[in-house]
């Protein structure tokens, strides 16, 4: 009883130690990459908002305050957006066509759910969040991440 259950100890022991090794050496981690952290940071949050408000039938008072916040998260990022990092590859990749071409797309569809915010538009701004949508899809297929 005693054997069995050091030998089940020792075995969780090295299944444990393994399941660290094969993190450390191989676990797909993003590294903080000035766009991953304005992504994951700004980015996603302010959308992810702004497509929880649009999801609902109608929108308070109160969700209006809310959007606005979110389109107007999303309106600061959109020139970083187009600056696109400060590593050499970053920079490279920000000279592209595809990468100017999503980056301003990402700037119109934001600006068009930022001015129907303004005017309490609900359908405008589903529309523009739909299209946002298309836009952060279509950047992440053009660049898929190096490490996923
Ligand atoms: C102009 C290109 C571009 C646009 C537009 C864009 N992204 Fe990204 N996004 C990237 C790149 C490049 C990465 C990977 C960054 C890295 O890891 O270095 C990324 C990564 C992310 C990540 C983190 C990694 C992941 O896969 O979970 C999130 C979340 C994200 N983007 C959300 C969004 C959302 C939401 C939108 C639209 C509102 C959007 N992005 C629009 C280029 C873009």
Redesign the pocket.
């Known amino acids: 009883m005693k054997i069995t259950f050091a030998v089940v100890v020792w075995a969780m022991g090295v299944a444990f130690v393994s399941l660290g090794t094969a993190r450390g050496a191989g676990e797909a981690r993003?590294?903080a990459?000035?766009?991953?952290i304005?992504?994951?940071d700004m980015?996603?949050p302010?959308?992810?908002s702004?497509w929880a408000a649009t999801a609902a039938p109608t929108l308070s008072d109160q969700d209006w305050v809310r959007v606005k916040q979110s389109t107007t998260r999303?309106s600061e990022s959109a020139p970083s957006?187009?600056f696109?990092?400060t590593t050499t590859g970053?920079i490279e990749?920000a000279k592209s066509s595809a990468?100017t071409s999503?980056?301003a797309?990402?700037t119109d569809?934001?600006s068009l759910a930022a001015n129907a915010v303004e005017r309490r538009d609900r359908m405008a701004l589903v529309a523009a969040a739909d299209d946002?949508?298309e836009?952060?899809?279509?950047?992440?297929v053009?660049?898929?991440?190096?490490?996923?």
Request: a positive charge; aromatic letters at 14%.
């Open positions: 993003a590294p990459t000035f766009m991953y304005l992504m994951v980015i996603g302010a959308a992810n702004l999303l957006v187009s696109g990092g970053d990749r990468w999503w980056a797309k990402f569809k934001v946002l949508l836009v952060c899809e279509g950047c992440h053009a660049f898929p991440q190096t490490v996923r």
